[in-house]
């Protein structure tokens, strides 16, 4: 039984591999990609997958495969980031781009064409019907933010530690 994501950092690492000991047999695949986590539901090798909300979208437009489902019960948020390398030639011009990129009406023409969540709360409201059922609400109490300092410093030793148990 899990708890609410709001308690989940920091991982209590041995217990969540306990919770994978108990699910390891009816694992089919680990999925590597979202590509091959799409593939791997449309051929029915799995019944289901995480991945991005996007990549399901594609399946329900032309020439995208099986359509499949969605689910926005519980969504998993991670942050993006843009950045302008110290001493960039055109780093006036970067900067105007990056600007250019966070306003909500221009998040709103990309993410429409998309179909992913854009990060400024203003452009989530003014998504149009058809992108924004294809969005997470930001606000659901049982979506988790990932946490980026916990990741930065457990990442390595977490992923030695589940590509061991997932050979063995």
């Not at 708890?3 to 680990?30: G, S």
């Not at 449309?42 to 995208?64: N, W, Y």
């Amino acid at each position: 039984m899990g708890f609410p994501p709001k308690h989940i950092y920091p991982l209590d690492v041995d217990r969540a591999f306990k919770a994978l000991d108990r699910i390891k047999p009816q694992i089919a695949a680990w999925a590597a990609t979202s590509t091959q986590a799409i593939s791997l539901c449309q051929t029915g090798e799995v019944d289901f997958s995480f991945t991005i909300s996007s990549r399901v979208k594609a399946t329900t437009e032309a020439g995208g495969g099986v359509p499949l489902a969605f689910s926005f019960e519980q969504n998993l948020f991670s942050y993006e980031g843009a950045s302008v390398l110290k001493g960039a030639p055109n780093k006036q011009s970067a900067m105007r781009l990056v600007a250019y990129l966070l306003r909500p009406e221009v998040q709103v023409r990309l993410m429409d064409g998309y179909g992913d969540l854009p990060i400024s709360r203003n452009a989530a409201t003014m998504s149009s019907a058809s992108t924004g059922k294809w969005q997470a609400d930001l606000n659901n109490p049982e979506s988790l933010f990932v946490n980026s300092g916990y990741w930065a410093d457990n990442l390595e030793a977490l992923s030695v530690r589940f590509h061991e148990w997932v050979l063995n």
